[in-house]
């Protein structure tokens, strides 16, 4: 082989910056391109919103005391599942037992006295009617009746509200729920006004999550309301694990101006407790159903400056571009609006080595490069 003095030259440069001439970046013209491809699909799909919320307890609740007193026994353990109407603490009684026996000892001695009173009536009523007692005397022993019994329930509201201070004594889970941390430990002196309580109860079944929503997409979530129960899920933060299933309850009364969000709120039954108050989580809202829609996996949209295309394989297999329009994204599947038909085929991996008429032809997945952020700033 002969060389010119400008090709001597190129290869003595060449050596010189120790590089060598850059590959060719156009599509390659010695065979088909392998791809990944799949067929639009057709069904029924949900058209679903998502938005980000927080988990909160269904309750919560600070066990505190309404009494003060010596903490005499803790009976819950930190983290324990509790019932409606358990014990968690128990309080040193005998002081308000105290006032209980006082307030009924006080009643008994008024019931006698009223007895008393009554039997003075009874004998002196008849001397009236014979001129034998006066009448201020039968007057005074009916005012002293009448008095007594004012005195007398006056005494059985005193019981009552001894009895209750006595009931204070011991405290009771409000609902069921999870005991957090114990704040106080036994033998401290508790008293109402304390800055802590005992423990923190929280409400796990159900559980609420409340998120928001553009207020957009408000007037599609009234609909849907307004036709029945609103299903919602809730996957974790990142939207891959399904957590939970349950109902949307409640649309807030007013939109943030700043953000242009209206929070909602949804229940969930938490059997397996995957849902924990306080945790970020995405929700997903089911508003309505669309029949016979097309459908194709995420993977094969593209982007340039017109917006959303994909590469539509023909029957000759030579690829053209095709503008679409997309109604939703949800879970690696994406809603088609317009410019596909159903059983056409799509690529969805390998689109960067693609131009419009370029035959390809189908390969394993592991065999085609998966650069799918490379190819939108390429193509024309």
């Known amino acids: 082989m002969i060389l010119s003095g400008a090709g ?7 050596a010189y910056l120790g ?16 791809v990944v491809t799949a067929r639009v699909a057709q069904g029924d799909v949900p058209l ?24 005499e026994s803790v009976d819950f353990t930190e983290g324990q599942s509790v019932r409606r109407g358990d014990v968690l603490a128990r309080i040193d009684p005998r002081l308000y037992q105290a006032r209980v026996d006082q307030a009924q000892a006080q009643l008994a001695r008024d019931q006698a006295l009223l007895a008393n009173q009554e039997t003075n009536l009874h004998r002196d009523e008849p001397l009236l009617q014979r001129g034998f007692a006066t009448d201020e005397r039968v007057t005074g022993e009916r005012a002293g009746i009448a008095q007594t019994q004012g005195t007398l329930a ?9 009895r209750t201070q006595l009931d204070f004594a011991t405290l009771r889970a409000p609902f069921d729920g999870v005991t957090g941390l114990r704040l106080v430990d036994q033998g401290n002196v508790i008293r109402p006004t304390d800055p802590t309580g ?24 009234q609909e849907a309301l307004g036709r029945g129960p609103v299903p919602t899920t809730v996957d974790d933060q990142s939207g891959t694990h399904r957590l939970d299933t349950g109902t949307l309850i409640l649309v807030n009364n007013r939109a943030d101006a700043k953000s242009g969000t209206v929070q909602l709120k949804a229940t969930f039954p938490n059997v397996q407790r995957r849902l924990w108050p306080g945790t970020f989580v995405t929700v997903r809202v089911t508003t309505s159903t669309v029949r016979d829609a097309l459908t194709v996996p995420t993977d094969a949209l593209q982007q ?3 917006g959303s295309f994909v590469f539509v394989v023909g029957a000759d297999r030579r690829v053209s571009m095709r503008p679409v329009r997309i109604a939703q994204r949800v879970r690696g599947t994406a809603l088609i609006a317009s410019g596909l038909s159903a059983g056409e085929t799509v690529v969805v991996q390998g689109q960067y080595r693609l131009t419009p008429g370029t035959e390809v032809v189908d390969a394993p997945a592991a065999e085609v490069p998966d650069t799918t952020t490379a ?6």
């Open 8 to 14: 001597l030259a190129a290869i003595g440069s060449a």
């Open 19 to 34: 590089t060598r001439p850059a590959p060719s970046r156009g599509p390659s013209t010695s065979g088909p391109v392998p």
């Open 48 to 71: 679903i919103l998502t938005g980000i919320g927080t988990v909160q307890a269904f309750n919560e609740a600070v066990i505190r005391s309404q009494v003060t007193g010596i903490l």
């Open 154 to 162: 006056a005494d059985q509201a005193a019981i009552a509200e001894a």
């Open 198 to 221: 005992i423990v923190t109860l929280t409400q796990v079944q159900p559980i609420s999550v409340v998120f928001t929503l553009p207020a957009a997409d408000i007037p599609q979530v």
């Open 304 to 306: 340039n400056d017109q």
């Open 375 to 380: 190819s939108a700033g390429m193509l024309p």
